[in-house]
């Protein structure tokens, strides 16, 4: 059972555009909610995270909206660039079970110049 | 060496080979991780240890072998493993597992099964 969806599976935007990518949780319990991200022949890097006492985090051209109760959360990259290429997964925890993260499937982005 | 180191970074097996993944962190913490990415599926958490000692089988079949012998290192020993076990292995390290955070992946190992 895929506790975390992640969708859409792959995305192509412009140079200059918004990715947004979309995640759906199961357990309620989940209270830390982070985004890594993949580059080719790399291991995955934490991006930015977010927990379910704030609606949004922003990092630079990075930002969080998370939806407690629809149990959603989403990242948003604003002014795409090509170096942002690459593969996003979200993940989810719960701090009762440790540092044990749940991942989505990936989404791999690819930023047309 | 800074970060996650893992070696060999490919690996082409037989099924009835015995080979080892190996895993070093540099980042002074005390929680490793083994993890599985398959195409078309999640990362799936295999195995975790903290202080040396294995806290997470996540199920893994008894092909997969792991051994911590000091929080630096983490092996993953391998044998007569099948070709849908081809995928690629990411160790991680985090400071500890009581609390949720940031976990630091090395750039994996690409395993072959023929």
């Known amino acids: ?113 | 060496e800074t970060g996650v180191t893992q070696t060999p970074r490919h690996l082409v097996m037989g099924m009835t080979n015995k080979k080892s993944l190996k895993c070093e962190q540099h980042l002074g913490h005390n929680a490793m991780y083994w993890y599985k990415q398959s195409a078309k599926k999640p990362l799936e958490l295999m195995f975790v240890y903290n202080f040396k000692e294995q806290t997470e089988n996540n199920s893994v079949p008894s092909r997969f072998s792991p051994e911590c012998p000091n929080s630096s290192h983490l092996f993953l020993h391998l044998h007569t493993l099948q070709p849908e076990d081809s995928a690629l292995y990411l160790c991680a390290s985090s400071p500890g597992t009581t609390s949720t955070g940031e976990l630091f992946f090395g750039e994996g190992s690409r395993l072959t099964v023929l």
């Not at chain 1, 918004?18 to 309620?28: K, M, V």
């Not at chain 1, 993949?38 to 379910?52: C, D, V």
């Not at chain 1, 948003?76 to 009762?96: L, R, V, W």
């Open chain 1, 1 to 113: 059972q895929q506790q975390v969806k992640q969708s859409p599976q792959s995305l192509i935007v412009q140079k200059g555009g918004i990715s947004i990518i979309n995640c759906a949780y199961e357990n309620t319990a989940f209270d830390y909610f982070p985004w890594y991200q993949q580059f080719p022949g790399k291991g995955p890097a934490l991006l930015i995270a977010i927990r379910p006492d704030v609606s949004e985090k922003k990092e630079g051209r990075f930002t969080i909206s998370f939806n407690k109760s629809a149990k959603q959360f989403s990242l948003h990259i604003m002014d795409s660039q090509p170096g942002d290429s690459a593969t996003y997964f979200c993940a989810a925890s719960k701090e009762a079970a440790g540092n044990k993260l749940t991942f989505g499937g990936g989404t791999r982005v690819l930023v047309k110049p």
